[in-house]
């Protein structure tokens, strides 16, 4: 069973940057595809960006195509999402997830084991 830790969130201003770290315990971490989604009040969870086992794919949704990159170390079992040009509407809890299989997939039901969130907030 893996085991999820994120790290990184905070408060920034609008057009700001962050970093977002996710820590995987677990031996199955460098064979599986790892997720990043978001969920604000209100809202349903949606997709941020997603990676595959070997870290030589990534999907991203349009709203974060360009601002934001997914990235991983199997080495150190992390998995990264530097988040830039940040706008309010960026304001959300982050989880990182471990896909079922190694592609890259950007349904929550592809995911099996869920990180506990951290907030991300931008202000206007």
Same mark, same amino acid.
Request: charged fraction near 15%; hydrophobic fraction near 30%.
């Given at each position: 069973?893996?085991?999820?830790? +994120?790290s990184?969130?905070?408060l920034?201003?609008?057009?700001?940057?962050?970093?977002?770290?996710?820590a995987a315990?677990?031996?199955?971490?460098?064979?599986?595809?790892?997720?990043?989604? @978001?969920?604000?009040?209100?809202? +349903? @969870? +949606?997709?941020? #960006? #997603?990676?595959?086992?070997?870290?030589?794919?990534t999907?991203?949704?349009?709203?974060?195509?360009?601002?934001?990159t997914?990235?991983?170390?199997?080495?150190?079992?992390t998995?990264?999402?530097q988040?830039?040009s940040?706008?309010?509407?960026?304001?959300?809890?982050?989880?990182?997830?471990? #896909?079922?299989?190694?592609?890259?997939?950007? @349904?929550?039901?592809?995911?099996?084991?869920?990180?506990?969130?951290?907030?991300?907030?931008?202000?206007?």
């Open positions: 069973q893996a085991q999820l830790v +994120e990184g969130g905070g920034v201003q609008a057009g700001g940057s962050l970093r977002l770290s996710c315990s677990g031996r199955t971490f460098n064979i599986l595809g790892m997720g990043w989604f @978001r969920q604000a009040p209100g809202k +349903e @969870r +949606e997709f941020v #960006a #997603a990676i595959n086992s070997s870290g030589g794919r999907d991203y949704a349009d709203s974060v195509k360009g601002r934001f997914i990235s991983r170390d199997n080495t150190k079992n998995v990264n999402l988040m830039g940040l706008t309010p509407e960026d304001t959300a809890v982050y989880f990182c997830a471990t #896909a079922k299989g190694t592609g890259v997939y950007s @349904r929550p039901t592809s995911y099996t084991y869920w990180g506990q969130g951290t907030q991300v907030t931008v202000s206007s």
